[in-house]
């Protein structure tokens, strides 16, 4: 979460709060935040990290993705907010 509020991208495997933090990012909606992948293996690893360095040839596309991390609201107040969300919706 540091990293994305301070602008680097990250490449993450999917798992725990990882994959609920980073949003992979798609080249043609400007969504998301960093890179995924969810297999333990090195060639999908290797495939982001090349999706990285694409979207990082283009200056325009890296500004808003690191954008896209950094106007993320990862607080413990967002976070507790959501949880008392949840935990309204499960009493009823």
Not at 2 to 19: E, M
Not at 40 to 48: G, N, P
Not at 57 to 75: A, C, V, Y
Request: no cysteine.
């Amino acid at each position: 979460m540091y990293s994305l509020r301070d602008g680097t991208i990250p490449i993450v495997r999917a798992v725990g709060g990882l994959d609920d933090t980073v949003h992979n990012f798609d080249m043609a909606s400007g969504t998301g935040n960093g890179f995924k992948f969810s297999e333990f293996r090195s060639d999908k690893f290797l495939e982001k990290i090349y999706e990285a360095l694409f979207a990082y040839s283009d200056k325009d596309t890296w500004r808003k993705l690191q954008r896209n991390g950094m106007t993320e609201d990862n607080s413990w107040e967002n976070a507790a907010g959501k949880y008392v969300q949840l935990y309204q919706m499960t009493k009823g």
